[in-house]
């Protein structure tokens, strides 16, 4: 069983970066594959981005793809999405996923291949 948790969100302007961190409890970090999702207010929950187990391949959403980056740190057992160039339309709640018994470099983008999920954490982009 593994525990989630998200940090990092928050205020920000149109233009501006914020960085996210899922931190992961109770297994072994390295044997799951790690995405992000996100949910705007009153729409469905959306794929954003993921990542291997390895850390090697990433894979993202057309809207995000070239501003959002995630990477994670095996060692510190924590996943990050960079996000850069934020627009009022990235306001959403954001949430980090685990999926363990994947292939060492592929990314997972379906949202109901995952197993474990945090409670999220609130993105919101205005002037």
């Known amino acids: 069983q593994v525990q989630l948790v998200e940090s990092g969100g928050g205020w920000v302007q149109p233009g501006g970066s914020l960085r996210l961190a899922c931190a992961a409890s109770?297994?072994?970090?390295?044997?799951?594959?790690m995405g992000w999702f996100r949910q705007p207010p009153g729409k469905r929950r959306e794929f954003v981005g993921a990542?291997?187990?390895?850390?090697?391949?990433?894979g993202y959403a057309d809207s995000v793809k070239g501003r959002f980056t995630a990477s994670r740190d095996n060692a510190k057992n924590t996943v990050y999405l960079q996000m850069n160039s934020l627009r009022p339309d990235d306001t959403a709640l954001y949430y980090c996923?685990?999926?363990?018994?994947?292939?060492?470099?592929?990314?997972?983008?379906?949202?109901?291949?995952?197993?474990?999920w945090g409670q999220g954490t609130q993105v919101t982009v205005s002037s």
């Open positions: 109770g297994g072994t970090f390295s044997d799951y594959a």
């Open positions: 990542i291997s187990r390895s850390g090697g391949t990433t």
């Open positions: 996923a685990a999926v363990s018994g994947r292939a060492l470099h592929a990314p997972v983008v379906v949202d109901s291949q995952y197993d474990y």
